[in-house]
């Protein structure tokens, strides 16, 4: 249990006077203006406490009367906040064992006098609690996300400025107004979900329980496409079933579209169909084209649906790999208040229709109960800006974004890029789909 002294008296700092006061009184007797009787009266600082502080060779402040002081001085604290940011920066954050572990090598290594735990080579839970209080408006114990090396390593500076550099050169190109850039992407939506909202119960229960479908439920895929004025496609599902059933649509949002496929995932079979729902909702055509910023997933690079792009007027611009965490609009800004949504439409299904699981028949309208509320035009204008893909703002990611890649930088090897007639293609960099070389 941490233990929270309490001042007794108010002699020290914190006391009778400000450690302003006697940064004032150090100042005036080190110029010479006057005797540290003189600046001790002056500034209403302790005499004693003026001399015990201009005795010291560093001046580093607060310094504690009596027993209890800090074990780092002010300069070497402000060190170890700077390297749990900077390690928190690259997603490699210290937990709190990990934090006092660090904390009894910093003393050791720097000749610091601790009473610190030497068996177990670390500092207490009471150092620990008053460093936190200390830097608490600089430093907070949160819970991380799991995220991949391979994320890591896919978003970095080199990988950005060539994704930066093919936008660019397309908006010279085809003068996009941002009512034609569009970003689609899929993401799963569960008959179980994964998420729950928070509930009331009894204080101190050890266990707390929310009743869902089923223990494990099946996962229809959704594609979501929306634009940077804040317009959006009809969505599509892919249900994991042989034969489609068109009546699960019948509460889906408005002009939706279903596939069936085995596993309910998007295969480079269904995208082509999908780009036909896209073209005719969008009015794509080769004399008025859209651009369509996707992830490379291979479902997504098949010949048939670059054909089908090139006849239509549709621009694909592929995101580096791993990135889109960061990089897609429907990432950073949709999918997150979506499933939010989703979940809570799903609980209030079960409150509402108790003792029935939830299946494919209802994802439909569970998924419209969400997607009204979540698909806005500030959400897709948001996403956009906060990309940099509208406005063009190549600059939105600074060090701070690409310091994770930093941990596992490696010289860069020239890509091979493998040609034909679909163009240039190399799933290792941003790529664009638009014609053939030399056209």
Known sequence: MVRHYVRKTSRGAGGNWSMENMRLAIAAVKAKTCSKNKAAADFGVPEPTLRRYLAKEEHQFPVSSGRFRPVFNSEKEKALVDYLLELSNRFFGMTTEQVRRLAFEFAERNGVRHTFDRNLRMAG?????????????????????????????????????????????LYKKHNFLPSRIYNVDETGVPTVPTKLPRVFSAKGAKRVAKVVSSERGKTVTLICNMNAVGNFVPPAFVFPRKNMRYEFLDSAPTESIGFAQKTGWMTQELFPQYLEHFVKHTHASVDDPV???????????????????????????????????????????FFGPFKTYYSQACDNWMVNHPGRPITECQTGFLVKQAYDRAATVGIAVKGFQETGI??????????????????????????????????????????????????
Not at 390 to 419: C, I, K
């Open 390 to 439: 509208w406005p063009y703002n190549p600059s939105v990611f600074t060090a701070t974004h690409f310091a994770p890649s930093l941990a596992s930088d490696r010289p860069q090897q020239p890509a091979r890029a493998e040609s034909g007639d679909c163009g240039t293609v190399n799933p290792a960099t941003p790529t664009t789909l638009e014609s053939p070389p030399g056209m």
């Open 291 to 333: 651009l369509l910023v996707l992830d490379n997933h291979s479902s997504h690079l098949s010949i048939a649906a670059i054909d089908y792009c090139r006849q239509h007027g549709v621009v694909m611009l592929t995101l580096p790999p791993h990135s889109s965490h960061m990089m897609q609009p429907l990432d950073v800004t």
């Open 125 to 169: 839970v009471d150092w620990l609690a008053s460093f936190r209080e200390r830097h608490k408006s600089l430093l907070a114990l949160r819970s991380p996300e799991m995220t991949s090396l391979g994320r890591i390593q896919g978003f970095n500076e080199a990988q950005t400025h060539q994704f930066f550099s093919l936008l660019r050169d």
